[in-house]
Each structure stands twice: as C-alpha cells, then as structure tokens.
C-alpha cells in the first residue's frame, strides 16, 4: 500500500504561520521526491516547493520564497512545509505527492511526474 497523508492545515490570520506535514507509508520514502501543491476553487493546481529524495535539492515558487521552508525527515518518512508570513493568497487546499526516483538533484514543480497522492489539508488565511 502507498499512502501519502497530509496534516496541519488550519484557519489563520494573515501574518500567521502553519507546519504542515506529509507522512508516508508503504514504500522506500528514501527513494521518492516530494511535491508540496496548492489549489484553490477555480485555479489551477499550481507547485509550492519540491524536495529531492536526499534533500539536496529543493525548489520553491515565486509565489512563497522567503516565507515557506521545505524540509524532509526521511528516518520518520515525513516531509514538512513550515509557512510562516502567511497572506490570503496562500488560501488553498494543500496537497504532497511523490514521484520515485533516487537521484538527489529530481526536484519539479509540475504534478504530472507525480502519481501518489494525499487527500489534501485545507489552509485558511483570513482576519
């Protein structure tokens, strides 16, 4: 079974900060890179941050640099987002997906290498 399951999405004000943690299940979580996206109704599903399977690469959005860090626990097989300055533009259902793939540098903001998916966590920001 390969499971991805999201968690610490919540109801902010702006200016706020959330953890939010993706933890995997049922495969070599060493193997896979991690997507982090974000859609909100009526958008497009955009890419937040990306991490490679070591960690030795990530890449980040625009949209969120300076703001959301991205780091990787691969001995609790969990990927976290830490968002901090969080704005009302950050409103959105925030999913992680994984692509396998042992390289240390594969790392892409596009869903479509993807094919495990969570079922999301809502993020609220609003005064």
């Known amino acids: 079974q390969l499971q991805l399951v999201e968690s610490g999405g919540d109801l902010v004000q702006p200016g706020g900060s959330l953890n939010l943690s993706c933890v995997a299940s049922g495969f070599t979580f060493d193997y896979y890179a991690i997507g982090w996206f974000r859609q909100a109704p009526g958008k497009e599903r955009e890419g937040v941050s990306c991490i490679s399977s070591t960690g030795q690469r990530t890449y980040t959005a625009d949209s969120v640099k300076g703001r959301h860090t991205l780091s990787r626990d691969n001995a609790k097989n969990t990927v976290y987002l830490q968002m901090n300055s969080l704005k009302p533009e950050d409103t959105a259902l925030y999913y992680c997906?994984?692509?396998?793939?042992?390289?240390?540098?594969?790392?892409?903001?596009?869903?479509?290498?993807?094919?495990?998916w969570g079922q999301g966590t809502q993020v609220t920001v609003s005064s």
């Open positions: 997906a994984a692509h396998r793939n042992p390289s240390s540098n594969f790392c892409a903001l596009i869903p479509q290498p993807y094919y495990s």
